[in-house]
Nanobody, 123 residues
Framework: QVQLVESGGRLVQAGGSLRLSCAASGRTFSGYRMAWFRQAPGKEREFVVSISAGGTVTNYAGSGEGRFTVSRDNAKNTVNLQMNSLKPEDTAVYYC????????????????WGQGTQVTVSS
């Protein structure tokens, strides 16, 4: 089992920045590929970014590329998402996820999920 807890979501104005964090506990964190997803009201859960177990390979969805940066610290069991130049369409609940598959951007590719943190971007 891996337990994930997200933090850092809040209300921010368009053009602003936020840093989301995900703290992991349980089994060996460094063995898991991590990802961030988001879900806006009435929409399906959407892939944002993933980072490999070692932190060397990242994969960004088009919506966040150039604005979002993912990082992880395997010594601290954390993964972070730095979001810059935020837009109202970035408003969503952001979820941290962990999985053993090396590829895949579907929610089903990840086994463990946090409860989510709300990000609201006002125009």
């Amino acid at each position: 089992q891996v337990q994930l807890v997200e933090s850092g979501g809040r209300l921010v104005q368009a053009g602003g920045s936020l840093r989301l964090s995900c703290a992991a506990s349980g089994r060996t964190f460094s063995g898991y590929r991590m990802a961030w997803f988001r879900q806006a009201p009435g929409k399906e859960r959407e892939f944002v970014v993933s980072i490999s177990a070692g932190g060397t390979v990242t994969n960004y969805a088009g919506s966040g590329e150039g604005r979002f940066t993912v990082s992880r610290d395997n010594a601290k069991n954390t993964v972070n998402l730095q979001m810059n130049s935020l837009k109202p369409e970035d408003t969503a609940v952001y979820y941290c996820a962990a999985g053993l598959r090396r590829i895949g951007i579907q929610p089903s590719d990840f086994s463990y999920w946090g409860q989510g943190t709300q990000v609201t971007v006002s125009s």
